[in-house]
């Protein structure tokens, strides 16, 4: 038998050294994917949440919120935005958020599921929510353990406080929550693929 050794070294090194994907500098807004073959974008936080007296370096992770404006259908005459543009308007007209809690402030791929359990506040789970022109809530997706279900951090530049990654997640409607107006109107099932973000962190001090 022929050991080619050379080559495994090669093939090793081209496949340390491949790029992952990332957000393109000129990209309009800092967090895209495709939600069920659709292509999504919002506009995105990373909120690094610090208790009175914490130093910053001692928060270990933070949370990725997620408004978009996008339009979604099954509610008569609305919602009806005022803006079309992924939320870039912080007066935009809320329709959709995505939200992922208690992700590691490190390079890494973290399962959505263990994140979840590690949750600290009541109802601090990975959810897409479909917001109306009120602000109620019409429809609600959680994550329930469908493949795929995590978030993989790319970079963190502490200098400059920017943290880049993906997502792939498939959340399933909340049948807890009976009287959703669009439950029943709308898949059982939200994909999200192929997502990226790029956002730099927010600070918050809780009181």
């Not at 999504?40 to 270990?60: C, D």
């Not at 408004?67 to 912080?90: A, E, M, R, S």
């Not at 439950?183 to 999200?192: C, D, L, Q």
Request: proline share 5%.
């Amino acid at each position: 038998m022929k050991v080619c050794f050379p080559y495994a070294i090669i093939l090793l090194a081209f496949v340390s050294c491949t790029k992952q994907p990332s957000l393109p500098n000129n990209s309009t807004f800092n967090v895209t994917s495709v939600l069920n073959d659709t292509v999504w974008f919002g506009t995105g936080k990373v909120l690094r949440l610090r208790e009175e007296g914490q130093k910053v370096e001692n928060v270990r992770s933070f949370n990725l919120v997620v408004f978009t404006d996008i339009d979604y259908p099954g509610t008569g005459q609305g919602p009806n935005p005022k803006t079309n543009n992924g939320c870039l308007d912080p007066e935009c007209t809320r329709t959709q958020s995505l939200v992922i809690y208690n992700i590691p402030l490190k390079k890494g791929r973290f399962k959505i599921a263990k994140l979840d359990k590690s949750r600290q506040r009541k109802n601090e789970y990975a959810s897409l929510s479909y917001i109306g022109n009120s602000g109620g809530l019409y429809n609600l997706y959680v994550y329930k353990g469908l493949k795929p279900g995590w978030i993989k951090i790319t970079k963190f530049d502490k200098a400059l406080g920017i943290v880049e990654g993906r997502f792939a997640i498939s959340f399933n409607q909340d049948t807890q929550l009976e009287l959703l107006p669009l439950r029943n109107k709308m898949a059982e099932t939200a994909h999200f693929t192929d997502g990226l973000f790029r956002i730099k962190v927010t600070d918050v001090l809780l009181r």
